[in-house]
Nanobody, 123 residues
Framework: QVQLVASGGGLVQAGASLRLSCAAS????????MAWFRRAPGKAREFVAS????????DYEDSVKGRFTISRDNASNMLYLQMNSLKPEDTAVYSC????????????????WGQGTQVTVSS
């Protein structure tokens, strides 16, 4: 069974930093793109960032570009999201996702979704 479990969220003040982690297990394929998404109450799920299988190529939603950094460690099946200069509008449940057989970063078509972690940024 594929499991993607996100952690590292919390309550912080605007301008603070958080580092989210996603532990992947049960994936039997040798390559898969990964991404972070977020969902605020009453809003649709929003793409945040994605990363290629090799980790060499990344893609970011405009509102987080320059503030967030996505990375991965394939040896340990871990995905990370370093979030700096957090803003109240970043408040959401952040979830990680995987797309098997895809090596390039992508914003769409993710078939595996993980447990989210709550990020709350106060003014």
């Amino acid at each position: 069974q594929v499991q993607l479990v996100a952690s590292g969220g919390g309550l912080v003040q605007a301008g603070a930093s958080l580092r989210l982690s996603c532990a992947a297990s049960g994936l039997t394929v040798s390559s898969y793109a990964m991404a972070w998404f977020r969902r605020a109450p009453g809003k649709a799920r929003e793409f945040v960032a994605s990363i290629s299988w090799s980790g060499e190529t990344t893609d970011y939603e405009d509102s987080v570009k320059g503030r967030f950094t996505i990375s991965r460690d394939n040896a340990s099946n871990m995905l990370y999201l370093q979030m700096n200069s957090l803003k109240p509008e970043d408040t959401a449940v952040y979830s990680c996702a995987a797309s098997v057989g895809v090596r390039i970063p992508t914003r769409y078509g993710y078939e595996y979704w993980g447990q989210g972690t709550q990020v709350t940024v106060s003014s």
